[in-house]
């Protein structure tokens, strides 16, 4: 699902002869800093380090597989995003890329605020003590519960996206003698650039209000008139991992353009934009994302300039970056179990995780890397494929890379850029138990999430 071709080859062929690939010019031991977070970087002894603290004893004290997040790495990018786009401007992590205690807590502490989608995220935001007021509350099927406890809870807005939706949290707020702030969410017609599951702004799929036929200058009218709303604005997100900014061009243009037609409709100039998450990430050292500052930038020219032409005043912009900011911050660490190569075609290297606690490749044909980190080799590299110990052959963690021949049973092997979207969206397929999250920073480690145990397992199976 990266935008690029595999650097190696062709990325969709599932076997291909040997030869048909060839081997990376670059030393396999060379850390490719697009790919990995920050305080990454190999000892004298080739092994690879985070926040100044081995591998092999983290592994040692945590177990793989496991997640390892640079914890100052994701404050750094939290304030990259929030300077970026200035005091103007709110930025809201999408908590669905990766929500625990911890990441609500390092939120606060750098300006940030929170985008949450369920009933489990609010949960999570609040008990960790977010302010309400900084909360985003989004969904496509929000339950009566969910929206009575946002409203209850004083959530800063509600995202609207659907005609019924209107009505039941107007409903809602009213019954409580209040007026929540709300946005309508709508869908702007614009084909992302991105796998199909995860691009969001065409108008055939379930989320928002289309802009065509008029649909979403109705929901507006609508929210106008119900004294339980206090709509303040418009939102659209298009989709994920987007490289090319001329979707959120359009996107800003057509929003802009809704709202100048409120304005003559109804004499009233929404004072808010919310343009979504997306930004792409680097996966392999193919992808080159923008900068905070770049995107930022793109934003406010075009919202900017399309408000002076239609003669608006520029509203105030919001995005909500999830993967961006914590996508490249972790990386996954595995330890090889089985190795089975097979002649003429690659070899098959097993780790003792998989799809249960990366589920992206199988479902995205996303792309990742891989690298051997216990050590360094000299080895000649060879083609593998990194699957995992699930009872399915489509259990692939990395598709087609290159590690070195001499390869073990028990080296530890790392995949970068797995923060977004792997915890989070992890299984107990197999009954595996998912893997913990631990924050490593200046040369301390702290489990921030635990690994799952068997009586976790048993205690939920009460039959
Ligand atoms: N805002 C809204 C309304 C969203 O629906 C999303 C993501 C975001 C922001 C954050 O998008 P980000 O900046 O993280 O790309 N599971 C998929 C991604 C699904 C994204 C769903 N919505 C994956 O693993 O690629």
């Known amino acids: 699902m990266s935008r690029s071709a595999h650097p190696a080859g062709p990325r969709h062929a599932d076997v ?94 750098e300006g940030l605020n929170l985008d949450v989608c369920s009933g489990g995220e ?28 946002a409203v209850e809870a004083g959530v800063g807005r509600i995202v609207l996206d659907s005609f019924q939706e209107i009505a039941r949290v107007a409903h809602i707020a009213q019954g409580r003698g209040l007026r929540q702030r709300v946005q309508i969410r709508v869908t702007v017609g614009v084909e992302a650039h991105t796998h199909e599951f995860i691009a969001t702004a065409h108008e055939d799929q379930k989320f928002g209000i289309a802009l065509a036929g008029g649909q979403a200058a109705e929901a ?27 979707g959120f061009e359009v996107s800003a243009r057509r929003v802009v353009q809704l709202l100048a037609e409120v304005r003559d409709e109804h004499g009233v100039e929404l004072p808010e934009i919310d343009l979504g998450g997306g930004l792409g990430i680097a996966y392999t050292s193919e992808d080159d994302p923008r900068e905070p500052h770049e995107i930022a930038k793109a934003l406010s020219d075009i919202v900017t300039r399309e408000c002076e032409s239609a003669n608006l005043s520029t509203p105030r912009i919001s995005v909500e970056p999830g993967r961006a900011i914590v996508g490249p911050t972790a990386f996954t660490l595995y330890e090889v179990g089985t190795i089975k190569p097979l002649e003429g075609l690659r070899t098959y290297v097993s780790v003792d995780g998989g799809m249960s606690d990366n589920i992206r490749t199988a479902l995205y044909d996303a792309e990742y890397s891989v690298a051997l980190v216990s050590r360094s080799s000299d080895a000649e590299p060879m083609l593998v494929r990194v699957v995992g110990k699930h009872c399915e052959s489509g259990d ?22 797995t923060g977004a979207y792997c915890r989070s969206m992890a299984s107990n397929y197999n ?33």
């Open 220 to 246: 507006v009218r609508r929210a106008l008139t119900l004294d339980g709303l206090e709509l303040i604005g418009i939102h659209s997100h298009i989709g994920s991992q987007i490289f090319d900014m001329a």
């Open 396 to 417: 692939i963690v990395v598709k087609d890379a290159f590690l070195p021949a001499d390869l073990a049973p028990g080296d530890l092997i790392a995949v970068p850029a």
């Open 122 to 149: 609010l949960t999570t935001a609040l008990d960790a003590g977010m302010p309400a007021e900084r909360i985003a509350f989004h969904g496509n099927n929000k339950t009566v519960a969910e929206i009575e406890r």
């Open 431 to 463: 009954h595996a138990l998912r893997p913990p999250v631990v924050a490593v920073r200046d040369g301390e480690a702290r489990v921030i999430v635990r690994r799952e145990t068997e009586e976790d397992l048993l205690r939920l199976d009460v039959g």
């Open 16 to 109: 291909l002869p040997e030869g048909h690939y060839t081997a990376p010019a670059t030393d396999l031991n060379v850390l490719d800093e697009k790919v990995w977070s920050r305080t990454v970087t190999r000892d004298a002894n080739g092994a690879l380090t985070v926040g100044g603290i081995e591998v092999a004893r983290l592994a040692e004290e945590f177990g793989t597989p496991a997640y390892f997040l640079d914890e100052s790495d994701f404050r750094a990018r939290c304030r990259a995003w929030a300077d970026a786009f200035g005091p103007g401007a709110d930025v809201f992590y999408a908590g669905k890329a990766f929500l625990s205690r911890a990441v609500v807590r390092w939120l606060q502490e």
